[in-house]
């Protein structure tokens, strides 16, 4: 499962592209204006961290605004991603920058028939919103794997991107469920490494060696 970071934050995205485990980002007009910077500023300032692919969200509403803001958001750099709303205007555009080669995410997922018209629109990724769902008290995990059995059924080329992952506990079920990606705000990227038993044992082993007056360079 690819690991993407959920932030328009360049200092933090930094930090976390040093693990060298940070496949790619998503960002969202919600993380941009925290950012409190220019979008095409801070994508291009990503795109030239990352590698991988960079998601960078459509903010217009009719099939074609979304056109133009979306290929100029993709002439910032051959890693973007234009992101869309899953909508009848969102798909519309998703199907006509699939046709220019350009990749896309549909974002705002939260049902399998909207997964699967996403699919059918040729989407790179699609972007089922886990912990959005849970606040509402339904069952995120379970639609990625509803949608993981769907696409295999029918051999659909889209990624599912899991999004709106608020815990460890959440990566690890996405990861079960057979989602291809899941995008991580930077504080859930750093609980990944955390086990009490490993700071337990890394404890013992350090004292135990500590005993031994040995070093090893
Ligand atoms: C990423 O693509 C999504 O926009 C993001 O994961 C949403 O997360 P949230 O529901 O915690 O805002």
């Not at 290929?71 to 519309?92: F, H, M, R, Y």
Request: charged share 20%.
């Amino acid at each position: 499962m690819l690991i993407f970071a959920d932030t328009a934050d360049t200092k933090l995205l930094a930090e976390l592209n040093e693990t060298g485990l940070i496949d790619g980002v998503t960002t969202n007009p919600t993380l941009i204006a925290k950012s409190g910077r220019v979008i095409a500023e801070v994508i291009k300032e990503i795109a030239e961290m990352i590698d991988g692919p960079i998601s960078a969200e459509v903010t217009a509403t009719d099939y074609k605004q979304m056109i133009a803001e979306g290929e100029k958001l993709a002439a910032i750099a051959s890693n973007i991603v234009i992101k869309v709303p899953l909508t009848v205007d969102g798909l519309k555009a998703t199907k006509a920058f699939s046709e220019q080669g350009l990749m896309t995410n549909v974002t705002l997922c939260f049902s399998v028939p909207q997964a699967l018209l996403a699919a059918k629109a040729g989407a790179t990724f699609v972007s089922p919103f886990v912990g959005r769902l849970e606040d509402q008290g339904a069952d995120g995990i379970q639609l990625l794997h509803d949608i993981r059995t769907v696409y295999d059924q029918y051999d659909f080329d889209t990624e599912i991107l899991a999004a709106s992952l608020r815990n460890s506990a959440h990566v690890a079920q996405a990861a079960i469920a057979g989602a291809d990606c899941a995008t991580l705000p930077p504080a859930v990227f750093n609980e990944l490494f955390k086990h009490p038993l490993t700071d337990k044992g890394l404890e013992i082993f350090m004292a135990d060696w500590a005993k031994t007056g040995q070093s090893i360079l």
